[in-house]
């Protein structure tokens, strides 16, 4: 079997292009009964001369027919919901739970073979005036880790529990073996069970002050300290840090000030220029919009549409009724509140189904059809139709998204609202350095215009935690753009995925190299293996299992020289 790589050229003009075409080797193939892939390795490499990768399918090189379609699990930034009083835009609220719930698929992840262990660390890294410490939670599976020539994969914990992270990044499992990697997965602080104070931890913000980036890469640091010093056969081996999403903004920025401690670092979904104005506050809303247009002639159209129909019908109290009654909400609708939570709900939903549009049945927080996107915009044609047929064709078109398998009686507002330790967590981040602008104009996007105002935001944290946030800390401590004196982190991103607006998405240098994955959704990559992976996707991880190994040979090489 062929697939296909292109490559711009240094020049980076864009007219100038190379095509590799390659035999996909090793353990490539579909056993009986569609058993999972077990992995797929380029013969050729893209070499040092690209500025810029993307993974591409081309029509001619098409995979096999029992390629259709495999539960795939996905991990996304949470946010503030039930209970947490920041109104935020419905690009952040949409993300809050899909991470959190422990049956994110119709096919149960496989339950892994891991130990649990802890460490004691520092509560502050950086002040010297307290002593306090907490147990950190790390997992490690060692089953197909060499003494002798390995390495350890090192998957830097994001917001929520890291056992769910360590069952669901199958990537790391399907390579282990091929890297002679340990695998170490470390729970963030302030998440899961690795709380500073436990069950104060949340209680203010003098609690949660240590709820930080950098302190949590410090953790990690310390970590690999302690890794190598009481493993016997780990010290001179070489890490490469993993994560995705938040997890893959840690790793990448894990490896720029802690290049001593881990080689190179696999960054997938990696939003790392969310912020401030490095890239456009619409940017991703927009891109939401490009996957419901994409998937339906007027589409998108309708639902801009819808926003003026639900505004015209419920100026009365007949319409308030009417519109509960023909959506079948669980609560009725009685005031202008009421169809605020109302639109913002439906606006989530949309955001939601753009990050799960998989091209195979999944059941994430509710069962979806493949290419959910595709089903909802049946229903969906035709924009110009009369405000109650409009709104009826929603209607059809959330009860996809909430009632796909027929048993939901009405649909509720809040059902994607969950009050947890890792919204409230994430909350907090939000609020202090994790700052990331969204807005929407309603002519780029198919939302109701809704501008960035850092100062309402600002003053709604205050509100919450008692604390304003710094919108320019991150691009200070991590550099923004200006990341091109680093080396050895690969960039990956879905093109679906409206979180690749912010992410890397052009190579920097030849040790900075970005991958996009055609129709890929929120960090595939690091997804487990699957009969029904497409074949970019199977190329992108033989191009990330390729760069890894370079970085693990560089450093045996560099260890020999030094005895």
Request: with cysteine; net charge neutral; glycine share 8%.
């Amino acid at each position: 079997m062929k697939c296909g790589c292109v490559l711009w050229d240094r020049g980076g003009s864009g007219v100038s292009w190379v095509t590799w075409v390659a035999e996909l080797q090793g353990d490539f193939g579909f056993p009986a009964g569609g058993a999972c892939l077990r992995r797929a390795e380029l013969r050729a490499g893209c070499g040092s001369g690209c500025a810029h990768l993307l993974v591409f399918l081309s029509s001619t090189l098409q995979p096999p027919a029992r390629a259709m379609g495999c539960p795939v699990l996905l991990l996304l930034l949470a946010f503030p919901m039930a209970g947490v009083a920041i109104p935020v835009p419905p690009a952040l609220r949409a993300l809050s739970n899909l991470h959190l719930s422990t049956s994110l698929t119709s096919h149960p992840a496989i339950v892994r073979n891991y130990s649990i262990h802890y460490i004691e660390q520092k509560v502050d890294h950086f002040g010297f005036k307290t002593d306090k410490t907490f147990k950190q939670r790390y997992l490690i599976a060692d089953q197909q880790w060499k003494k002798e020539g390995g390495s350890i994969l090192f998957y830097t914990g994001n917001e929520g529990d890291i056992i769910w992270f360590c069952n669901n990044t199958g990537f790391m499992w399907d390579v282990a073996e091929e890297l002679k990697a340990m695998l170490v997965f470390a729970e963030h602080r302030y998440y899961g069970k690795s709380l500073p104070f436990g069950a104060n931890s949340f209680k203010d913000s003098r609690h949660l002050n240590f709820l930080t980036s950098e302190q949590a890469l410090a953790d990690f640091g310390e970590l690999i300290k302690h890794l190598k010093r009481t493993i016997p056969g780990a010290e001179n081996q070489p890490v490469i840090a993993l994560g995705g999403s938040y997890g893959g903004m840690l790793a990448a920025w894990f490896r720029m000030k802690y290049p001593h401690m881990v080689v190179g670092a696999l960054a997938a979904s990696a939003p790392i220029w969310q912020f401030e104005d490095i890239v456009p506050c619409g940017v991703f809303m927009e891109i939401v919009t490009t996957d419901f247009r994409k998937s339906g002639p007027n589409c998108s159209e309708s639902i801009r549409s819808s926003w003026d129909a639900i505004n015209r019908l419920t100026r009365t109290g007949t319409g308030l009724h009417w519109l509960s009654e023909a959506l079948h909400l669980c609560t009725p609708l009685t005031n202008s509140q009421d169809v605020q939570r109302l639109k913002d709900w439906i606006s989530e939903t949309w955001v939601n189904l753009a990050m799960v549009d998989y091209p195979y049945e999944s059941d994430f927080l509710q069962p979806l059809p493949a290419w959910p996107i595709k089903v909802v915009c049946q229903y969906l044609k035709n924009p110009h139709v009369s405000d109650t047929q409009l709104l009826q064709n929603i209607f059809q078109a959330l009860n996809i998204y909430y009632n796909y398998s027929g048993q939901a009686k009405c649909l509720n507002m809040s059902e994607t609202a969950t009050s947890s330790l890792g919204t409230l967590g994430w909350s907090y981040q939000a609020c202090t350095e994790m700052v990331m602008p969204f807005c929407t104009n309603g002519i780029d996007d198919m939302f109701e215009p809704h501008s960035w105002d850092l100062k309402e935001f600002s003053d709604d944290c205050f509100k919450q935690w008692g604390v304003r946030p710094r919108p320019s800390w991150i691009t200070t401590v991590y550099g923004g753009k200006n990341i091109s004196s680093h080396t050895n982190i690969i960039f990956s991103n879905g093109d679906l995925d409206p979180w690749s607006g912010g992410g890397v998405t052009k190579s920097i240098t030849d040790t900075l190299v970005a991958i996009t994955i055609p129709e890929g959704a929120h960090h595939l990559d690091l997804r487990a293996n699957n009969a029904f992976d497409p074949t970019t996707l199977l190329l992108a991880r033989s191009l990330e299992v390729k760069y890894m190994k370079q970085w693990i040979r560089d450093f045996y090489a560099s260890l020999r020289k030094t005895r």
